[in-house]
């Protein structure tokens, strides 16, 4: 073999380990994806739409395992002040998320994600014959409400005082799930929840629209807590709720577009 060709054959061999390292970085690179433990907070009106989300997600990510708390707005953002372990805190107002980044526990910027609006709750055919907030004020009625700290509960206070009548309900609910309950249950005529948690509710419950010069528009942040355990999956998953596929499935749920 003469020099030249040695040369070349080094070259050539030099240049093929290069090529297939890069390759096994890339193949690497796209095989390690989104992997971990995701956990989110979550309001509580969430519960369906963001246990569909989080099975597409992982469905997409199958390294990723996604867990999630729901509850109220303001019990969760003050878990996380506490040390609660979260990735993720998706809140049903901006007053609760902005709890979170005025702590400085946030780690990204907060987006809102989806809309709602608010509906009054009755039992299947609507027996009571409700038609509007103003009926609520009906003493004869078992009308149940969010409590005034939680979203829901502010939300329905707002509703009250725009339509200008008075209610006095007759226990006043830890969360919205608390009030779709009391209803589907048959110990309540009527509540105040979100349109979304009608719908979820199905053939269990019906709902009295309330018009939109009294209604109240419910805008939900999501972002990032600065104590992030897995801050990739944790980016990872709002990406997903932003994107078509998991606008696409707030859709169905009711939940309206930001």
């Known amino acids: 073999m003469t020099k030249t060709q040695r040369l070349f054959l080094s ?26 433990d995701v956990v989110v907070f979550a309001a509580t009106s969430l519960t369906a739409a963001f246990t569909e989300i989080g099975d597409a997600f992982m469905a997409e990510n199958p390294d990723t395992n996604v867990t999630f708390n729901f509850a109220a707005s303001s019990e969760l953002v003050t878990q996380i002040g506490e040390g609660a372990p979260v990735d993720v805190y998706a809140s049903a107002d901006l007053s609760n998320m902005t709890k979170l980044t005025d702590a400085g526990n946030n780690a990204t910027e907060p987006v809102v994600f989806a809309t709602n609006v608010l509906s009054i709750i009755v039992g299947p055919g609507n027996s009571k014959g409700i038609t509007g907030v103003a009926d609520l004020a009906n003493d004869d009625l078992i009308v149940v409400v969010c409590a005034p700290e939680i979203p829901c509960g502010k939300y329905t206070a707002q509703i009250f005082e725009n339509a200008g009548v008075t209610v006095t309900p007759k226990s006043l609910e830890e969360n919205v799930k608390g009030v779709v309950s009391k209803v589907t249950l048959g110990e309540a005529d009527a509540g105040i929840v979100y349109v979304t948690d009608v719908t979820a509710a199905g053939d269990k419950a019906a ?31 709002i990406d997903f709720v932003n994107s078509a596929r998991g606008q696409e499935i707030l859709a169905t749920y009711g939940f309206l577009a930001p």
Do not use: W
């Open 11 to 36: 070259a050539s061999v030099l240049l093929g380990f290069m090529v297939a390292s890069c390759g096994d970085d890339s193949s690497d690179s796209s095989a390690r994806g989104t992997s971990g």
């Open 207 to 237: 709902g009295v629209e309330i018009p939109a010069d009294i209604n109240v528009l419910a805008e939900y942040p999501i972002a990032m807590t600065k104590e992030a355990g897995n801050p990739e999956g944790a980016q990872a998953f």
